[in-house]
């Protein structure tokens, strides 16, 4: 049915919303912003009058963030304001980011003093941290309170449905003193004190904690949320799983990109909406970089061109020798880049990682280099070779080549990412186009070397 919607409002346009609404209000709100997303802002605005504030605000929040702040832009900030304020807190706080300075100034007169005070107040934490993804929708109550005034309280704050798994006990100074979930609540007796069933163990973090560790504290401990304290041990807000998920999809889209080179920006961009030329500044630098540095296995190559004269085959299988070093040194370095984000293992270890990783592709030396031995034997039989040379020399030089190649990469792409994190980078940045380029290099001096030594060349 979605299917059929969207190809009729491709076609029809605005003459067919009225028609389309019982069809559109049938669908979730995902799906509904997935089908108006391809829209003009008019369009869409006027899909949106169907339905009510909430979930208006709901479908905005669907779009990305460049779309909403077009919407913003277009339409005047009387008709954006309730759109705005009736967005989720943490999804509110998102899109005030990043606007302009002159376009904050432009919303908040237009917003409740509720709604300004709250986006004011988060927007002020780093974007980073868990103050800058939290949010300020959840339900408080005291541990003096009966059961029966708790779930009164839990009405008039009236948190939003996903968000009142947990409910949290405070203090008066809002200083957090333990949870309690809405089954405890409901199971209770109304006359029962909320300190009788109080959890007084709780996980939470603090404002200023990076928003990785935040995700990884919901992951490990199976949480729906997580509450965030400040420094006086006050509840400020509450990170939740979904939040969580976005984090962590954000963080491994943006080590990706810089694992294959590519310069990442601070906004998550879809790959339709960015320009060819965003896209270029965006691979440029690594890529010119590396080909600058690429000029030394040309001059290893000229250093080495009376070898290659003498023996023609041997060229013939450089890209082999390339190749397979580029792909175990990116194997190995992808492997160890998860285990360091996953935190299955830490850079003190890094003499049994890479004493492993050796163990590893001792392994893999023996299987390619045996089947690079049978390659060149079946490619080369009819090849011209010099009298004081027999094939199964050259094959077996070019083999161990290739063997000693692939054990120098593995530890390399293990060991670059290990030697960042040493020193407090990010191991990402151990890009495959770098560890590729170093595993280049240092395969060409092998397997010039190994083949001037073994052939007296």
Not at 345 to 353: A, D, H, M, R, V
Not at 412 to 431: N, S, T, Y
Request: some cysteine; charged content about 20%; proline content about 3%.
């Amino acid at each position: 049915m979605k299917r059929d919607v969207e190809n009729w409002i491709i076609l029809s346009e605005k003459q067919k919303i009225r028609e389309l609404m019982p069809a559109l209000q049938k669908m979730t709100l995902v799906e509904v912003a997935e089908v108006l997303d391809p829209l003009e802002e008019g369009t869409i605005l006027e899909a949106l009058e169907f339905f009510d504030a909430e979930s208006q605000s709901k479908i905005l929040s669907h779009f990305d963030i460049r779309r909403q702040l077009t919407f913003f832009q277009k339409i005047s900030k009387s008709r954006f304001a309730p759109l705005f304020e009736n967005m989720a807190s943490d999804d509110r706080c998102d899109l005030f980011q990043h606007m302009s300075q002159e376009e904050q100034a432009a919303i908040l007169p237009y917003l409740s003093k509720e709604a300004r005070e709250d986006v004011v107040r988060l927007s002020a934490y780093p974007p980073e941290t868990a103050g800058g993804i939290m949010s300020t929708d959840f339900a408080t109550v005291m541990a003096t309170m009966s059961v029966e005034s708790a779930m009164a309280k839990v009405r008039r704050d009236s948190p939003s449905k996903k968000m009142i798994y947990y409910i949290y006990v405070v203090d008066y100074r809002m200083k957090m003193v333990g949870f309690i979930s809405l089954k405890d609540l409901i199971m209770a007796s109304p006359n029962q004190l909320i300190s009788d069933i109080l959890h007084e163990q709780f996980v939470s973090t603090h404002v200023d904690e990076d928003r990785e560790i935040v995700a990884k504290k919901i992951e490990d401990y199976d949480l729906l949320a997580i509450p965030v304290l400040n420094n006086a041990g006050q509840l400020v807000g509450i990170v939740t799983q979904d939040d969580a998920i976005e984090v962590i999809r954000a963080e491994h889209t943006e080590d990706m990109e810089k694992f294959m080179g590519i310069m990442t920006e601070s906004a998550e961009q879809d790959y339709m909406q960015t320009s060819s030329m965003q896209h270029f500044r965006k691979r440029v630098v690594w890529i010119v970089s590396l080909a600058a540095v690429g000029i030394i296995s040309g001059m290893i190559i000229h250093r080495f061109e009376s070898t290659l004269e003498a023996l023609i085959i041997l060229a013939l299988y450089m890209p082999m020798v390339a190749d397979t070093g580029g792909n175990s040194g990116s194997q190995a370095a992808t492997v160890i880049v998860r285990a360091l984000a996953l935190g299955q293992i830490s850079p003190k270890q890094w003499f049994k990682i890479v004493f492993k990783e050796f163990k590893i592709s001792s392994m893999l030396a023996v299987c390619l280099g045996v089947l690079a031995f049978l390659k060149v034997l079946f490619l080369s039989w009819e090849t011209s070779i010099p009298s004081e040379y027999t094939l199964n020399q050259l094959a077996f030089v070019i083999s161990l080549a290739l063997s000693l190649q692939v054990v120098s990469a593995t530890c390399i792409g293990a060991g670059l990412p290990l030697l960042v994190k040493r020193f407090g980078g990010d191991p990402a940045v151990a890009a495959s186009p770098a560890i590729t380029t170093v595993v280049d290099i240092t395969g060409l001096l092998i397997y010039f070397t190994v083949t001037v030594t073994l052939l007296g060349l």
